[in-house]
């Protein structure tokens, strides 16, 4: 046990060394602007995809499962506020960062993991160069600013597909619906659940990193590197989600 405990210590501990070094480097130059372009690019537009068909399910089963439930209370009419509510506060932040997790921080771990064990991350040293700045930094700023901008799209894409579900399976009027999702969502709503995405972005993104310049053992040490990642990613994401949802609960 105490030795679980200290080893869990020491990753969150090096994680937060991490996250100093990545800084530091946002701010020196040479400025990566074409390194983070790129990873704006690989790590969140060619995310959409896999965001869109999660959000877009999630919303129209969550809009069955509401209405089975409302229609016992005489209040099936209401599946508009709930499905807004759960998507923007909860469902929407979450879900799309647990993808994110598994799509992106997977690719990242392998990515360095792999440069790591063929010794390319030395050659990067040697060459004069910061690994932390060339293969860090890129990808932590791409992956805080994409998460965010991926989980508004979900949220949007999820009320959509519990449009589809009320106008087409439960008769509902979809102005009425729309009506009712616009009077619901508050300033407040819509901050309870963006406002966590840039912690989850820091979370895929430092544990990735992280675990890469950590692989060794070659391709099997690659892949426990990887499934570490996703394994811890997503359970941190979970914990947090429950400290900043009693956070925003109090501050706001």
């Known amino acids: 046990m105490g ?9 969150v501990g090096g994680v937060a060394i991490l996250f100093r070094a990545a800084v530091r480097q946002i701010f020196s130059r040479p400025f990566e ?31 069955l499962e509401t209405a ?35 799509r992106v921080g997977a690719g990242i771990t392998a990515e ?12 990067i040293r040697a060459l004069g160069a ?18 965010p901008a991926l989980t508004v799209l979900a949220d949007f894409v999820g009320i959509l597909g519990g449009l589809f579900i009320s106008v087409m399976e439960l008769g509902q009027s979809g102005s009425y619906y729309l009506r009712q999702v616009v009077t619901t969502l508050s300033f407040r709503d819509v901050f309870t659940g963006t406002g966590k995405t840039p912690v989850f972005a820091l979370i895929i993104a430092l544990v990735a990193c992280y675990n890469g310049l950590r692989a060794s053992g070659g391709a099997d040490g690659v892949g426990r590197a990887t499934t570490r990642t996703v394994v811890t990613a997503s ?7 429950f400290f900043l949802t009693k956070l925003f609960f109090v501050v706001l």
Do not use: C, W
């Open 68 to 102: 089975y439930t409302l229609a016992q209370y005489g209040a099936r009419m209401l599946i508009g506020k709930a499905v807004a509510l759960s998507m923007v506060q909860e469902l929407g932040p979450v879900l799309t960062a647990i993808v994110v997790a598994g």
């Open 3 to 11: 030795e679980i405990l200290r080893n869990g210590l020491e990753e």
């Open 235 to 241: 359970i941190a994401i979970l914990v947090s989600n």
């Open 112 to 123: 360095i993991g792999t440069m790591n064990v063929t010794e390319q991350v030395d050659a």
């Open 130 to 147: 910061d690994p932390v700045k060339k293969l860090v930094m890129p990808k932590v700023v791409a992956t805080f600013l994409m998460v």
């Open 33 to 63: 602007g074409e390194q983070i372009r790129h990873q704006l690019f690989q790590l969140g537009v060619r995310s959409l995809s896999i965001t869109t068909i999660t959000a877009v399910f999630t919303g129209m089963v969550l809009a």
